[in-house]
């Protein structure tokens, strides 16, 4: 019987994502605590100093000169020296972090394009953004900063507490009295079961409140012509309360820990002054142990510095540990099945066969088959939510259906590889997207490989080569921020001219020209003539006036194909495409005043 062993979570998870980089971690841990010990040798030769003013009595000239410069000197050479060998291992932890990162971000992107929607539509904008900046961030504060700071915090109360036990066990015990009574207090503080609820709903609380902002920033438009206020936006407001609240409650439940663990770390004077002095007036020899007494005076107190980077290191680790959890939770997730054999298809038509798919329990297609042949152009029509979208979704496998096969070329899409399909299909969404970069590179999109003459040539034939031309740096000129914004006709045209360089014989248009004013949406047109020359056309359309010349339309309603056939002949049939059609006549022909204009559809 084969037994699995669970999984890592919290830091020995995340120093099992840092792989190859522990070398880096361990070189880091080793240096600070090297640099600890260098630390702690100015207290000893203070000591000594100490001891030798001590025991002079008052007189300089028993005092060994020449021994105190020896003694000063090194404690000044052993500051330098743990200053260097900080800086060492913090050069090494941080060249670890900024590794781990990269790597932990290119997984995360990485793994986010190859996944299926749903998890798009079930999480929101912010909870990925969370986790792909603070999450992963903190992990660069952690390894960074705090992996030598837990070095020399562990390092450090242990030399410190050797030491004192060396010179005095009494004192060393007056000193640690206190200590074990705050750790107590930090356990409760950190794993209490109302404690780590409030951390986990922290997170989830953040993530909602990021996402409502982002959605509050982009909606400032309607809220500014609406005349609504911050409190109007309920959701933006409900969020940031919650977060607050949960905030208080959070630093409710810990303060009296908090002050507990601060208040006894910071009491071993308390303890060491009332023993030392006993034990001071109780000596043989006064001028002995006073020093010892004085070393204990900066020692005990100084103990309580690394024991507080300790504590806060404590809630550190638990954030990290649920920031980790969050980024496994995207790194766990099933992706889509993929190949590496490419097929050999005989031609680029498309069939579904009894295809079938639902999404979170709701039926969105129902046993729907249909083919498109090779070199055609169809067209899907339908209400809002009848399912036209997700067979594009599914042709490009953007989902998998549950049920039913689709073939291209007689080949199923799911024993493509993803590459091939990829080369095949080209989308021409309804909202396009365009990257912060230069014209010349957005469209390069669709062929890396492409030289600047087929980019204009692609430009050309997508109608935006003169537009391109009329710009300050042409195809070198920057889109979005610090740079020139595009009209959606433009935007559109640019897409166009990136399908076009792509050059896939299989072609998805989902109502490209839905935004696109009348001078626009011409050339639109005439970019699409080049585009769909010899290719296998999809068309999602709403506006039926544009495809009453395609070859074959099919009217989605349900989930399920409805009416199947040319415009004319659907029209014949006195059906539903029959009462949409009559709908769009009436809708093109509509104006303020109620009544029909006059007007070519």
Same mark, same amino acid.
């Given at each position: ?50 001891? @030798? ?45 900024? !590794? ?87 356990? /409760? ?50 969020? =940031? ?20 663990? *601060? ?41 309580? =510095? ?12 638990? &954030?990290?540990? @649920? ?13 889509? /099945?993929?190949?590496? &054999?490419?097929?050999? *298809?005989? %031609?680029?038509?498309?069939?579904? !066969? ?6 979170? /329990? ?8 249909? !083919? ?47 590459? &091939? ?115 296998? *056309? ?29 415009? %004319?002949?659907?029209? !014949? ?12 006549? %009436? ?15």
């Amino acid at each position: 019987m084969i037994v699995l062993k669970d999984k890592k979570e919290g830091i020995s998870r995340l120093l099992e994502i840092a792989g190859g980089k522990k070398s880096y971690l361990s070189g880091s841990i080793i240096l600070s605590v090297i640099g600890t010990l260098f630390q702690f040798v100015p207290y000893i030769c203070v000591y000594i100093i100490v001891n @030798e003013l001590i025991n002079s009595n008052g007189d300089v000239r028993m005092i060994d000169s020449s021994r105190i410069w020896t003694l000063a000197w090194t404690a000044f050479a052993s500051t330098g020296l743990f200053g260097v060998f900080l800086y060492c291992g913090s050069m090494l932890s941080h060249i670890a972090a900024f !590794k781990i990162l990269r790597e932990i971000r290119v997984k995360i992107a990485s793994k986010l394009s190859r996944i299926y929607m749903g998890f798009f539509s079930e999480n929101t904008t912010g909870s990925v953004k969370k986790v792909m900046t603070e999450d992963v961030e903190k992990i660069e504060l952690f390894v960074a900063h705090h992996i030598p700071d837990i070095a020399c915090g562990i390092a450090l109360p242990l030399i410190t507490i050797t030491v004192l036990f060396f010179f005095d066990w009494r004192l060393a015990l007056a000193t640690l009295l206190p200590l074990p009574f705050a750790f107590l207090a930090q356990m /409760k503080m950190m794993s209490s079961k109302t404690a780590k609820e409030c951390q986990k709903v922290y997170h989830n609380s953040l993530g909602r409140m990021n996402s409502t902002i982002v959605e509050y920033v982009r909606g400032m438009p309607v809220i500014k012509v609406f005349n609504l206020t911050g409190n109007a936006y309920k959701k933006f407001t409900n969020a =940031v309360i919650s977060y607050r609240d949960l905030t208080f409650k959070w630093i409710e439940i810990c303060k009296n820990s908090y002050i507990g663990f *601060v208040t006894l770390v910071g009491s071993s004077l308390i303890f060491v002054l009332p023993i030392g002095t006993l034990i001071l007036t109780g000596s043989g020899s006064y001028n002995q142990y006073l020093s010892v007494f004085f070393l204990f005076l900066i020692l005990g107190s100084g103990i309580a =510095v690394p024991l507080f980077k300790l504590m806060m290191l404590g809630g550190l680790i638990n &954030q990290i540990g @649920e920031g980790v959890r969050r980024i496994d939770s995207i790194l766990d997730l099933d992706e889509i /099945k993929d190949t590496r &054999q490419n097929l050999t *298809v005989s %031609d680029h038509s498309v069939e579904f !066969k009894n295809v079938s798919f639902a999404y979170e /329990k709701t039926d969105v297609l129902k046993n729907v088959s249909f !083919k498109i042949p090779q070199g055609s152009i169809t067209a899907l029509v339908g209400p809002s939510g009848s399912g036209k979208s997700t067979i594009a979704n599914l042709l490009i496998r953007l989902w998998d259906s549950q049920s039913g096969e689709i073939l291209i070329g007689g080949k199923n899409i799911t024993q493509m590889p993803l590459s &091939q399909l990829n080369d095949i299909v080209s989308y021409v969404f309804q909202d396009t997207f365009m990257f912060f970069d230069t014209i010349e590179n957005n469209i390069r999109m669709g062929n890396d490989r492409a030289t600047r003459e087929d980019v204009v040539k692609a430009a050309k034939a997508a109608q935006i080569h003169d537009f391109i031309m009329s710009l300050p740096e042409k195809y070198d000129t920057f889109i979005g921020e610090k740079g020139i914004y595009l009209s959606g006709g433009e935007q559109q045209r640019v897409s166009i001219a990136r399908t076009i360089l792509k050059d896939s014989p299989i072609v998805i248009l989902d109502e490209a020209t839905a935004f696109a004013d009348p001078e626009n949406e011409t050339r639109i047109q005439k970019a699409f003539s080049k585009l769909l020359q010899e290719k296998t *056309v999809i068309i999602i359309a709403h506006r039926l006036s544009t495809i009453t010349d395609v070859d074959n339309i099919l009217l989605i309603d349900k989930g399920e194909v409805a009416e199947s056939g040319r415009h %004319d002949d659907l029209l !014949k049939l006195n059906g539903k495409y029959t009462a949409m059609w009559k709908a769009h006549i %009436d809708a093109v022909g509509w104006n303020l005043e109620g009544e029909r204009v006059n007007q070519n559809v």
